[in-house]
């Protein structure tokens, strides 16, 4: 039985991973480091600014101090700002399904984003008070792939709402990536992928993919968890 939603936000609510290319880019060749899209698409797209810096750093045999660490994620966060004030775009199909289910199934969001990205977002677009429990990077010590995440956001969503009593197999997922499906998958969740990022072949571990959320009905829902 369905009981509560958990979204991922970069991809699925906000159309946010070109920015998150770019400033990551920036920030990396400024170090000397230089990676491509299909790269960053490839292996650090579903981590958080902290795996994803040093993943790379690693990856290029170069020191990855912490305190080096956290300079690099200050640094892309300015970078970063300038897209939100720019209005970052959101995908409309996913703002309707988000209305069309708050109400009905607590919802949460579980993100390798930093807070105050994601709260920009969802205050510009009218969504914060939906999402009154946010995972978001600065609560998880494992990223996606990992399922750590996914894994808080039950705990919070029984916290949070008396007699919920959800187990993670009545979650359900919805992610972009293949990292984000696989991070859903181990927590124990159902995992819709959205093909907002990456084609469906690439997301073929997920429980469903679909084109675009306004394709999730009540029916598609109710087919998952009967």
């Known amino acids: 039985m369905l009981k509560a939603i958990v979204f991922d936000f970069d991809g699925v609510i906000a159309n946010s991973e070109p920015a998150h290319f770019v400033t990551f880019q920036k920030v990396l060749s400024e170090e000397g480091v230089s990676i491509s899209q299909v790269d960053y698409f490839k292996k650090y797209l579903a981590m958080d600014d902290r795996g994803a810096f040093t993943t790379a750093l690693t990856d290029f045999g170069r020191l990855t101090d912490p305190v080096y660490i956290s300079e690099l994620i200050f640094r892309k966060s300015c970078y970063f700002e300038r897209y939100l004030k720019e209005e970052m775009s959101v995908y409309p199909e996913t703002i309707a399904f988000i209305h ?127």
């Not at 807070?115 to 009218?126: F, K, M, N, W």
């Not at 997922?173 to 990292?179: N, P, Y």
């Not at 571990?205 to 999730?216: G, H, I």
């Open 100 to 226: 069309s289910i708050k109400g009905r199934f607590p919802l949460a969001i579980n993100s390798g984003a930093l807070r105050p990205e994601i709260d920009a977002v969802l205050t510009r677009v009218g969504l914060k008070e939906v999402f009154p429990l946010i995972i978001s990077a600065e609560n998880i010590t494992r990223c996606k792939p990992y399922p750590e995440g996914y894994l808080k956001a039950l705990t919070g969503l029984n916290q949070a709402h008396s007699g919920l009593n959800a187990n993670a197999s009545d979650c359900l997922a919805i992610e972009d990536s293949v990292g984000g499906i696989k991070s859903a998958i181990t927590a124990g969740m159902k995992c819709v992928a959205v093909t907002n990022t990456y084609p469906k072949e690439a997301l073929k571990e997920a429980t469903m993919t679909v084109s675009s959320l306004s394709d999730l009905t009540d029916s598609c829902l109710a087919e998952l968890f009967s």
